[in-house]
């Protein structure tokens, strides 16, 4: 996968169409990610010890990897990302202007 932590994406289809978020959390495996403040569900908590009260929480859903697109921050358009071997390291690079990121 070639997002990672701290990148910034927009979501291109679902009910966040068109938002863009930092990316929090990824899950290779699944190739799943979590965004800040994007696909929050309600999720009723039962009363317990951490939470004496219960109720009604807001919890952030995984958005999968294909609905989503890397925002270049040289050219800030969405962009696929590639790599490119630079002095033996392993660097991404944006397609639509050709800049590392």
């Known amino acids: 996968m070639k997002i990672k932590?701290?990148?910034?994406?927009?979501?291109?289809?679902g009910k966040d169409k068109k938002?863009?978020?930092?990316?929090?959390?990824v899950y290779p495996k699944s190739h799943t990610l979590i965004v800040e403040n994007m696909n929050i569900y309600k999720r009723?908590?039962?009363?317990?010890?951490q939470s004496p009260e219960g109720?009604?929480?807001d919890v952030p859903r995984p958005l999968k990897s294909s609905n989503v697109m890397f925002e270049c921050p040289k050219c800030k358009k969405p962009s696929r990302l590639g790599y490119e071997v630079v002095n033996g390291a392993k660097k991404r690079v944006c397609?639509?202007?050709g800049k590392t990121v």
Do not use: A, L
């Not at 932590?5 to 289809?13: F, N, P, R």
């Not at 938002?19 to 959390?25: A, M, P």
């Not at 009723?44 to 010890?49: N, P, V």
């Open 5 to 13: 932590k701290g990148d910034t994406i927009i979501v291109i289809t």
């Open 44 to 49: 009723h908590i039962k009363k317990s010890e």
């Open 55 to 57: 109720g009604v929480v």
């Open 95 to 97: 397609k639509k202007c």
């Open 19 to 25: 938002r863009k978020g930092k990316v929090d959390r």
